[in-house]
């Protein structure tokens, strides 16, 4: 007899994790598909998560009690209005869980973060994609106008995951206006560090301003804590109260909270590698644009190739250089940033790129 499961699954796609490259003709291999920082932790972040390995045999503490303070103090709110989880798709995750029933739609700008329409149908809700505008934005007008009465969440990715495109802060502004107060607005900025555009939205002000909205950070991009699994969602108190509710207990570990604080008190030396990133990724897509291919301008820590039916074509020479991208079969593909010779490998490529296939694109 076979095992009971449950009806759907295979229906939802299981998330992809970046793939590792292999090396090719004796080069270095290089992974620029999962939107990791290259640079390793800080010396003091070791140090942190090397004493708190001594703590491994208890619990941590399920509030992260004394981060959810230092990040309260970073933004202006109150510790009760964090709320944390392993990565801020675990928030998101709960987010849903929160507030939506089975049966209610999530919204969402498609193509954004790849997780946003599995999450969505797991917790038993129904996704509800809106195509970008022709120039990759979010199309805030359509998603206002298609809000019905079970649209329960919005989630807003900014910069937008995969192709880094920003939204200003009038746009969203009136945008927020528009959703009826009873719909939540997730403002999604996992690569918030990296945007340096300045008439961007900025999530904490439309939190203070609006009720209905949230705003999701991650201390894994930046910070460069991937692998510690830490992020949070500033969130209404009513709100936060449940996100702790349906929240796995203990996802945040001792070593992940002490890893954050640490970060967190180095303010300086983020903000020089912010600043290596944001260099390297303007490098990066000048020199795409160069060599003619359709890179767009992007405010995270990575590139977008607009290569539609070309995007296998082009991931296979990426591939043959020992570089492993995210590809998205027949739209495009995102270039992480990573350190300085990788990112001259792909500027390598790219000039191959351009010889092979810039006049069939």
């Known amino acids: 007899m076979a095992i009971s499961q449950r009806s759907g699954l295979a229906d939802i796609p299981a998330y992809r994790q970046g793939s590792a490259a292999e090396a090719t003709s004796g080069l270095v291999p290089y992974k620029l598909s999962s939107n990791e920082n290259p640079y390793p932790p800080l010396p003091s972040v070791l140090a942190a998560v090397g004493a708190s390995a001594a703590d491994v045999n208890r619990y941590p503490d399920m509030a992260a009690a004394e981060l959810a303070q230092a990040v309260a103090a970073q933004w202006g709110v109150a510790a009760e209005n ?36 599995s999450l969505a149908t797991v917790a038993g809700a129904v996704p509800q994609p809106i195509p970008l505008t022709a120039d990759g934005g979010h199309d805030l007008t359509a998603m206002a106008a298609a809000i019905t009465p079970r649209t329960k969440l919005v989630f807003v990715c900014n910069p937008n995951n995969p192709n880094g495109a920003v939204l200003s802060a009038d746009a969203m502004d009136g945008f927020v206006r528009a959703v009826p107060d009873h719909v939540v607005v997730v403002i999604d900025e996992a690569y918030v560090q990296f945007n340096q555009n300045p008439g961007t939205a900025v999530g904490i002000d439309l939190f203070k301003k609006y009720p209905n909205v949230v705003v999701l950070h991650t201390f894994s991009k930046a910070y460069g804590l991937a692998g510690l699994r830490v992020g949070y969602a500033i969130a209404p108190i009513g709100l936060a109260e449940n996100l702790r509710k349906v929240a796995i207990p203990f996802t945040v570990t001792n070593m992940a909270q002490s890893a954050a604080l ?25 020199g795409l644009a160069a060599a003619g291919l359709p890179v767009r301008p992007s405010e995270a820590n990575f590139v977008w190739l607009d290569c539609g039916s070309r995007t296998a074509a082009i991931a296979e020479q990426f591939e043959a250089n020992a570089l492993a991208v995210r590809v998205f079969p027949g739209e495009g593909i995102r270039i992480s940033v990573g350190e300085p010779e990788a990112n001259s490998r792909v500027l390598e490529t790219a000039a191959q790129l351009a010889a092979l296939l810039v006049p069939a694109l």
């Open 82 to 117: 964090i709320c944390f989880g392993a990565g801020s798709v675990d928030v998101a995750s709960q987010l849903i869980h929160a507030v939506a029933n089975p049966g209610d739609q999530v919204m969402f700008a498609w193509r954004s973060f790849e997780a946003y329409p």
């Open 262 to 286: 640490v970060s967190l008190r180095a303010p300086a030396e983020l903000a020089e590698r912010v600043r290596a990133v944001v260099s390297e990724r303007d490098r990066l897509y000048a």
